[in-house]
């Protein structure tokens, strides 16, 4: 069962998301995101200090549900062979296909639409 605590930050990270897709980071107000999430100021205040506070739990988040394990001491040589190894657009797609879940996370979040 959820809480409401958790709810409540689940709701601002979604609404943060949701800015993100039609606004630069730098002109995103608590005000535009507390309305975009549906919740007063004083409850953004309660459970954050900023909006940077966010950003850090949705890369905590992004960090909690990646692969453990998919990243091992030949990774780079790995993902260099293998895309070395393509000799087309179409080859090298399949080999980065291939190869995604080794990459570093930061490379694998942008692959998702939020």
Partial sequence: MITRKEMTRMLLKEGLLSCLETNPFESITVTLLCKTSGITRSTFYLHYSNIMEIVDNLVDDAIAYSKPGMVDNNNLQTIA??????????????????????????????????
Wanted: aromatic share 6%.
């Fill in 81 to 114: 062979q293998t895309l070395s190894a393509a000799s087309n657009s179409v080859s090298l797609r399949e080999a980065y296909d291939s190869i995604f879940d080794r990459l570093p996370l930061c490379q694998r979040i942008i692959r998702h639409k939020k």
